[in-house]
C-alpha cells in the first residue's frame, strides 16, 4: 500500500486542460501546474500482491482506496469508462 493522487482526477484535469488548449482559450505555457493537496493523497492498493500473501483489506479501506491490479472481479471502472462517463458517453 502506498499514497497517490486520485487518478480519476488526474484525468479530469488533463481533461479540462486539454479543452481549454484545443479551443483555443489557453495556451500549455498558460495553464498552471497543480501541486497535489496532502489531504487529497489516497490509499493506492496493489490487489494482486495483496492476494499473493493472501492479506485480507477491511472494506472500509477499500472503499476510499484507488485499487491496482484488482483481482479476482473489478470493483471500479476502468480508465477509459471514467474518461468517457466525464464526457457523458
Request: aromatic share 6%; charged share 15%.
Amino acid at each position: 500500500m502506498s499514497f497517490g493522487p486520485s487518478i480519476a482526477q488526474s484525468f479530469q484535469t488533463a481533461g479540462l486542460y486539454a479543452g481549454q488548449i484545443f479551443a483555443g482559450t489557453a495556451t500549455a505555457a498558460n495553464l498552471p501546474i497543480k501541486q497535489i493537496d496532502l489531504e487529497a493523497l489516497k490509499p493506492v492498493i496493489n490487489m494482486k500482491a495483496a492476494a499473493e500473501i493472501s492479506l485480507d483489506i477491511p472494506l472500509s479501506l477499500l472503499g476510499r482506496s484507488e485499487l491496482i491490479n484488482e483481482t479476482p472481479e473489478r470493483v471500479q471502472p476502468t480508465m477509459m469508462e471514467n474518461v468517457m462517463s466525464f464526457f457523458g458517453r
